[in-house]
């Protein structure tokens, strides 16, 4: 089962323009974390929210936890070709038994910023 | 520092077959993780380890075998190779940040069963 489902799977804009992708759920996490990753690499972490309402911003980026803690939005302005790549969200909850936390990813959002 | 490392980075093998992937981490990370990633699937966890001589199973973990000897190393296993098991590799690492387990990840294998 799917617990985190992203939206749009694909967007493709002109560099310059706004965009917001989108990362819900049914499930109450402990924190929501954003990575990015490019072709032939790994997932690179951008951000951390944790509090419900939480806003982050990170040079244009700009990313949200809901206030129920279920869902994340992260908005970038004036998109550059820099800004091209898959991004994935991660839901973060307790693992009690080891006192760990276990992340679960969504399905990612490719990104292409056409120059 | 070196990171997340995994060797190979890709390989080819034919259905039965065995091999096994070898992450390195030279942060001092407690926790280890081994996940693969598939089209429109995301990143699924596999295996991991909270610290050196402990294994726990993830979301898909059969098929799969994995072992943490040492700290810095954590080694995942195809005792017999199936398609289904055609993926990307990755494994990565965490620390406790303060608020979250920040997770770190090497570049991935790129494994192919034929």
């Known amino acids: 089962t799917q617990l985190l489902e992203q939206s749009p799977q694909f967007l493709s804009i002109q560099e310059g323009e706004n965009l917001t992708v989108y990362c819900n759920s049914s499930s109450v996490f402990s924190s929501l974390q954003w990575y990015r990753q490019e072709p032939g690499e790994g997932p690179v972490l951008l951000v951390t929210?944790?509090?419900?309402?939480e806003v982050k911003k990170l040079k244009r980026l700009t990313f949200q936890f809901g206030d129920a803690r279920k869902d994340s939005s992260l908005h970038i302005t004036a998109a550059q070709p820099g800004d091209t790549g898959l991004y994935l969200c991660a839901g973060a909850k307790n693992i009690s038994n080891f006192g760990n936390e276990k992340l679960t990813f969504g399905t990612g959002t490719r990104l292409t910023i056409i120059p | 520092n070196a990171g997340v490392t995994q060797t190979p980075k890709f390989r080819v093998l034919k259905t039965g077959q065995s091999m096994t992937l070898l992450c390195a981490q030279d942060?001092?990370?407690?926790?280890m993780y081994w996940y693969r990633q598939d089209p429109g699937m995301g990143l699924r966890l596999i295996h991991y380890?909270?610290?050196?001589?402990?294994?726990a199973k993830g979301e898909v973990p059969d098929g799969y075998n994995v072992s943490r000897l040492k700290k810095q190393n954590f080694l995942l296993g195809l005792e017999s190779a199936a398609p289904s098991q055609t993926s990307v590799y990755f494994c990565?690492?965490?620390?406790?940040?303060?608020?979250?387990?920040?997770?770190?990840f090497g570049p991935g294998t790129r494994l192919t069963v034929t």
């Open positions: 929210v944790v509090t419900g309402g």
């Open positions: 990565a690492s965490s620390y406790w940040s303060g608020t979250t387990y920040e997770q770190y």
């Open positions: 380890s909270v610290g050196e001589g402990t294994t």
């Open positions: 942060m001092n990370h407690e926790y």
